[in-house]
């Protein structure tokens, strides 16, 4: 893709979730993503949206990830991912090379391996994290900057995103996003002040407005 974009082109933001997994019958992801593609604001006017839920699997991942740039030839990448255990949405900063061998992926596989590939220890995330973090913020709900994408599928799509975009220089943009598990936050406490999908989905097109934003700065 020419890095070098076209005056009044509409950028293309691909915006990814995953799928349930064993320990999570429900990801928030997976609805947030399909709300994502239908909602409108007058920032968004100007982005073309590709939304894409992965299965969560490492297979489903490493066969439909590089499709998915290959055919849309995305600005920007935005992938969120659910971090159960956080109160905050994260903007993760880092992919690890690293992967778990104790928790399987929804095939009922686990990696051979305790990195995913050989060579670096991590890579950096190609974003402006402070202004995603300050985005989402904006709609209400607190967020910070992570430095530990874990190591199950969020990682390594994360990882194989900065890869694939290592090689070409793009996408511009590639960032990944932990957001909390709301469903079981309210449950376990009637008064918990937990997120609603409303202000869920806020935060979400802030940070694609805002990614998209960034693509624009560097033109």
């Not at 890095?3 to 990814?16: E, F, G, Q």
């Not at 928030?28 to 909602?39: M, N």
């Not at 659910?82 to 104790?102: D, M, W």
């Not at 874990?150 to 957001?179: I, K, M």
Request: with cysteine; proline share 7%; aromatic share 6%.
């Amino acid at each position: 893709m020419n890095t070098k974009l076209i005056p009044n082109r509409a950028l293309c933001v691909l915006v990814t979730g995953f799928g349930p997994f064993p320990g999570a019958p429900s990801n928030p992801t997976q609805q947030l993503v399909a709300r994502l593609a239908r909602l409108r604001r007058p920032a968004t006017t100007a982005l073309r949206l590709v939304t894409h839920v992965f299965p969560t699997s490492y297979a489903a991942v490493d066969q439909q990830l590089a499709g998915l740039i290959d055919k849309h030839q995305p600005d920007a990448i935005v992938m969120f991912g659910l971090a159960g255990r956080s109160k905050a949405i994260r903007i993760e900063t880092l992919a690890r090379n690293r992967t778990t061998r104790v928790y399987p992926d929804i095939d009922r596989k686990i990696p051979l391996r305790a990195s995913i590939t050989p060579g670096a220890s991590y890579r950096r995330g190609r974003a402006p994290f402070a202004r995603l973090a300050a985005a989402v913020r904006t709609s209400g709900l607190p967020a910070h900057l992570s430095r530990d994408a874990g190591t199950y599928l969020c990682n390594y799509a994360y990882w194989r995103a900065l890869e694939q975009q290592s090689r070409t220089a793009d996408p511009r943009v590639v960032v990944f996003v932990h957001v909390p598990n709301m469903l079981r936050r309210r449950r376990t406490s009637a008064r918990s002040k937990a997120p609603d999908l409303h202000q869920l989905l806020r935060a979400a097109q802030n940070v694609v407005i805002s990614a998209a934003a960034a693509v624009r700065r560097q033109d």
